[in-house]
């Protein structure tokens, strides 16, 4: 135990001591109903629900930002910042221009809703089940967002967290995506070196839909009353690459502030970088 606590990150020990401590706390019986509770429940009939998942429209394959495009349409579609929310902007604007951008997600936490729809250079993945939509997306280590569509309402009390809860339902070919329970610090951004957070109560409805046969659009609206004065709607357009030889890259952010070492022991370690 001593050599586990030495050859290990102080990271990972605390994810580990937290770990043991929920469970040793919590009962028994308690553990079980927050497995049982936390899961979907099953469609009646599945094989209806996996028929009409073959109705919906074709999201196949692995999905690109188009960049360019992006960037273009920030300079004339400006979000209505507060007036301290622009003094944060222009100055992280300019200093971006001058080749000296701070990079706002340097300590590798999570994108978060909307931001990882804005901005990504990254490859995503839209994936169709029984009541559900899964994005899967290769940063944030791995990033995952559900979007449920079995006709369930956001929870009264929604737990904060990077992505928030998404519903959704479909407008013939059009995925309408509601989503509230963002957290406070996660940013909405518009470059990797310019954004701020959100301060709290942000409601974002995104309108998902095929251009053409290998364009997607995603209308955004958001509504960020902490630092918007009203509500700012842009669109975000990916594009489709398919084959085999396309898939989404594992990564992981966190593993660049480590180095692979090997212990005495010839084992294979983590040490943390010079950079920690």
Not at 165 to 177: C, D, N, P, Q, R
Not at 212 to 230: F, N, Q, R, S, Y
Request: aromatic fraction near 8%; charged fraction near 25%.
């Amino acid at each position: 135990m001593t050599k586990f606590f030495e050859r290990t990150p102080r990271r990972a020990v605390i994810r580990a001591l937290n770990a043991l401590l929920i469970f040793a706390v919590l009962p028994s019986s308690t553990a079980i109903s927050v497995a049982v509770t936390a899961g979907n429940q099953a469609p009646a009939d599945r094989t209806a629900a996996w028929a009409d998942i073959a109705k919906l429209p074709d999201w196949d394959g692995i999905w690109l930002p188009h960049i360019g495009d992006q960037r273009d349409q920030e300079k004339g579609n400006v979000a209505p910042w507060s007036e301290a929310s622009a003094e944060i902007i222009n100055n992280m604007m300019k200093a971006e221009d001058e080749g000296r951008p701070a990079g706002i997600f340097n300590d590798c936490m999570p994108e978060g809703m909307p931001t990882w729809m804005m901005i990504s250079h990254n490859a995503m993945e839209f994936q169709y089940s029984p009541g559900r939509i899964t994005l899967l997306g290769e940063s944030d280590g791995n990033r995952l967002r559900r979007i449920y569509t079995d006709g369930r309402a956001h929870p009264q009390d929604p737990d904060l967290t990077y992505h928030g809860h998404s519903i959704a339902h479909w407008e013939k070919e059009t995925l309408v995506v509601d989503t509230i329970g963002v957290d406070p610090d996660a940013y909405i951004a518009i470059t990797e070196a310019v954004g701020v957070r959100n301060g709290g109560g942000m409601h974002i409805v995104e309108r998902i839909y095929l251009v053409d046969e290998d364009t997607l659009h995603d209308e955004i609206t958001i509504i960020a009353p902490t630092v918007m004065t009203k509500p700012w709607k842009t669109t975000r357009i990916f594009k489709r690459l398919r084959g085999a030889q396309y898939d989404i890259v594992e990564g992981v952010c966190l593993m660049g502030m480590d180095i692979d070492q090997v212990d005495e022991d010839g084992n294979a370690v983590f040490d943390p970088s010079i950079f920690e």
